[in-house]
């Protein structure tokens, strides 16, 4: 039986997956074996004559001069790592075993590619990251944002845009949007945004899609409240001519998961808190928090030596029109009669409801009285009005007291209590107008 032939020494280096090369004291390629093509993009031809410290990453090159001093001066290394850039221009990941011979002044290094192992370890310490950062983040904007640095960080992204649908209202909203040169997309209906309807309709929520009307087709992933799409994470490669692989599609589904789970923790958040201070029929601020916003304008004027004045209102014939045609019908005047003061007055005044058919709003910072009866003018002027309500033409006027700080009081039970009795010495008057405070007497 003929033994078999044997394989020489140089072939048996090609036939390695690590890279063997030796170097000189410079670190220049004197020999190199076949796998540095698949390792580093270049063929050994290309790479003889040429030094080591060209291909490293420019960040790691004096940190590898340190030690190939310290393996050159007689202490080897087996598994110092470090960055190539290969030929196509990607990052390599480096580990190497290296020893110098003094006889031959040579370094002989053996290189093997982790590049698949640190990116799966970068990829891991991303996941983390992106869970500390859902229950660290104070504030959606701030999640946002650590959203889109660490989603940068892993992949080549250009551009990243949170669009959040409002199902209720048909409205896409996008609160956040980060990237070069592309412009924000505009709030409107679903049917404006048709490349993000496989996103937000049920039946097609389950995956990733490019966008088709989109010019440079960016990656739309979900995001899911349980199995409800409450809208979508749009994420656009770096090059228009590249796709995201499976891999990066799955650590964006994993950051749109933990987004909506945020999100929708936020949403839940923000509806208990309204509902805590507003009242439920008119979405009014309640009468604790229209308080608290009287408290917060008195300081405010005191402060700045300022006035505000609190007027408060009763609907004159409300119990009969409530007794007449139903309390739908009285729940439905009460929403548009809230609709109406809402307009009646400044942002930053505060309506607010008491109980029952009673309201009262918060006039900050007027300059003098008759600012006060000039919006209480307006209000008599839009709640006369007649409703059109559910086939009925109703009239409800209201009667309304005026109370200003400093003149009529300086606290909020004060101002309250006095702006109430003026109300009343309205109702006594025939209602249907306004009174300043007088005294607590002509009650």
Not at 41 to 64: K, N, Q, V, W
Not at 382 to 406: Q, R
Not at 407 to 428: C, F, I, P, V
Request: charged share 20%.
């Amino acid at each position: 039986m003929n033994p078999a032939p044997l394989i020489p020494h140089d072939k048996l280096l090609d036939l390695l997956l690590d890279v063997v090369c030796v170097v000189d004291k410079e670190g220049r390629f004197l020999s190199v074996s076949a796998a540095s093509e698949r390792v580093f993009g270049y063929s050994p031809e290309e790479l003889i004559g040429r030094t080591t410290f060209e291909l490293i990453h420019p960040d790691d090159r004096e940190a590898t001069r340190q030690l190939a001093r310290q393996i050159t001066a007689g202490k080897p290394s087996a598994d110092h790592e470090n960055r190539y850039i290969h030929k196509q221009g990607h990052i390599v990941h480096i580990m190497w075993s290296t020893q110098w011979f003094e006889a031959e002044q040579v370094r002989v290094g053996v290189a093997r590619d982790i590049t698949r192992r640190k990116q799966a370890e970068a990829r891991q310490a991303a996941v983390y990251a992106v869970s500390a950062a859902v229950h660290s983040a104070e504030t959606l904007p701030m999640l946002y944002q650590r959203m889109y640095d660490l989603i940068n960080q892993h992949l080549p992204t250009r551009a990243l845009t949170v669009a959040l649908y409002d199902a209720e209202a048909d409205q896409l909203s996008f609160p956040y949007h980060a990237g070069e040169t592309l412009p924000p997309p505009a709030q409107g209906p679903l049917a404006a945004h048709p490349s993000l309807a496989p996103m937000i309709r049920p039946q097609h929520y389950d995956t990733p899609a490019s966008a088709p009307d989109a010019p440079e087709n960016p990656l739309c992933v979900p995001l899911l409240n349980d199995t409800t799409p409450i809208g979508a994470l749009i994420v656009h490669h770096q090059s228009a001519n590249n796709d995201f692989d499976e891999r990066d599609t799955s650590f964006l589904q994993f950051v749109a998961s933990q987004l909506a789970t945020a999100i929708s923790r936020h949403q839940a958040h923000t509806r208990l808190s309204f509902l805590a201070q507003h009242d439920q029929l008119t979405r009014l601020p309640n009468r604790a928090l229209l308080m608290d916003r009287l408290q917060t304008g008195l300081q405010r004027a005191e402060r700045n030596n300022g006035r505000l004045a609190v007027l408060y209102l009763d609907l004159d014939s409300f119990k009969q029109i409530n007794d007449t045609y139903g309390h739908a019908v009285g729940d439905h005047l009460l929403q548009q009669v809230a609709h109406r003061l809402r307009q009646s007055v400044r942002e930053s005044d505060s309506c607010g409801r008491l109980g029952g058919d009673e309201f009262a709003v918060v006039l900050d910072a007027i300059r003098e009285q008759q600012d006060a009866a000039t919006v209480a003018e307006k209000i008599l002027g839009n709640l006369s009005a007649p409703f059109l309500i559910e086939g009925h033409t109703l009239t409800c006027t209201p009667s309304v007291g005026i109370a200003v700080y400093p003149e009529h009081g300086d606290s909020q039970r004060r101002l309250m209590h006095r702006a109430d009795n003026a109300m009343y010495a309205t109702k006594r008057s025939g209602g249907a107008g306004y009174a300043f405070f007088l005294s607590d007497d002509a009650v």
